[in-house]
Structures are given as C-alpha cells and as structure tokens.
C-alpha cells in the first residue's frame, strides 16, 4: 500500500473566507500517484472546516448567514469562551460545518457526485492557516 501525506497552507486575508481546494486535492492525487484508495482531508485547526458542498456563490452566501445565525460573532461577551480570545463563535461554526472530509479514490480521480467540490472553510483567518492531505491505496 502507497501512502501520501501533504499540508497545504493559506494566507487569510479576512475573518472568515470560504476556499474550492479541489484543484489543489487533485494536484496532490496526481503527484501521490495512488489510482484506487481513500482521500482524506481535514483542517489543522479547530477553527476551521473542510467540507463538501456546490461551488456556487449564492449558497456560500447562505451558509455566512445560516452559521451567523445559529453562532453570530457578536457580541464577543456572549461567549464564556471569549476571554483572552474572541473566537468562539469561530469554535461553533467549525463544529457545524465539520473537520473533515473523506473522498474515494477510483481510476486516479476523486470519485465525486454531481457538483460535489471541497472547501476549507475559515472561521477565524487573518493569519495562515494549514489543512493536511492524506492518501491511501495502490
Ligand atoms: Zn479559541
């Protein structure tokens, strides 16, 4: 059995930022050389998600609206967990949206459904931030 490990890191510019990685997912099948496995994804931290959903702009709108409702980033004092940090709300949404994602490996390609695409999810950017790629199979 082959096994194939990367972190692949990102500069955040804003608080929270949603990423397609699929290219970059794909890259990694491609130079893992695995053809039949499992491809893991997942966020190295626990503010941050990786996730499988459409890429389409309306949607993402939706989820920033859905995740501020369910865990509004304001007022920070809501949050016993806001003390030295004011991150909570960033704590939830990662937990909602998931750490991460499993995709089969078939004939070289991630063998997604119709529109499936992977995205880091940030919660709590402005800094860099890493997930990790982990591949498995013949
Ligand atoms: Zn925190």
């Excluded at 459409?54 to 989820?63: A, I, K, T």
């Excluded at 004939?107 to 800094?127: A, C, M, N, T, V």
Aim: net charge negative; charged share 30%; with cysteine.
């Amino acid at each position: 059995m082959k096994s194939y490990r990367k972190e692949l890191w990102f500069d955040i510019q804003s608080r929270r930022e949603l990423i397609n990685i699929t290219p970059a997912v794909n890259n990694c099948l491609r130079e893992s050389g695995i053809k039949e496995g499992l491809c893991l994804v997942n966020a190295m931290h626990i503010t941050a998600s990786v996730f499988i959903n459409d890429d389409e702009s309306g949607l993402h709108h939706d989820f920033e609206v859905w995740l501020e409702k369910l865990a509004p980033e304001k007022p920070y004092s809501q949050y016993k967990h806001n003390g030295y940090e004011d991150n909570a709300d960033a704590h939830l949404k990662r937990t909602i949206m998931g750490r991460e994602v499993v995709v089969a490996v078939t004939e070289g390609k991630l063998d997604f459904g119709p529109w499936e695409q992977i995205f880091y999810g940030e919660f709590d950017g402005k800094r860099r931030k890493r997930l990790l790629v982990k591949i498995i199979g013949e």
